[in-house]
Nanobody, 111 residues
Framework: QVQLVESGGGAVQAGGSLRLSCVFSGNTFSLATIGWYRQAPGKQRELVASITRGGSANYADSVKGRFTISIDNAKNIVYLQTNSLKPEDTAVYYC?????WGRGTQVTVSS
């Protein structure tokens, strides 16, 4: 079993920043890649960024240059630094690895 717990969401104005955290625990040795997804109301869940335990990262085109994903293997935390936030970034952000999902953290960006 693996547990993923997100935190760090909130309400910000456009142009602002938030740092999201995902703490993972349990059988973490089985986790090769950890990703951040988001789901806006009425839309499908989409991949925002992912990172391997070795630190290799990938990003959705919509967030390249604005978001940065990083991992601290010693603390079992994956971070998502979100900068230059836009209203269209408003969504619930979820942490995922394999079949495991966290409960999400809400990010709301006002114009």
């Amino acid at each position: 079993q693996v547990q993923l717990v997100e935190s760090g969401g909130g309400a910000v104005q456009a142009g602002g920043s938030l740092r999201l955290s995902c703490v993972f625990s349990g059988n973490t040795f089985s986790l090769a890649t950890i990703g951040w997804y988001r789901q806006a109301p009425g839309k499908q869940r989409e991949l925002v960024a992912s990172i391997t335990r070795g630190g290799s990262a990938n990003y959705a085109d919509s967030v390249k240059g604005r978001f940065t994903i990083s991992i601290d293997n010693a603390k079992n935390i994956v971070y998502l630094q979100t900068n230059s936030l836009k209203p269209e970034d408003t969504a619930v952000y979820y942490c995922n690895s394999r079949i495991y999902w966290g409960r999400g953290t809400q990010v709301t960006v006002s114009s």
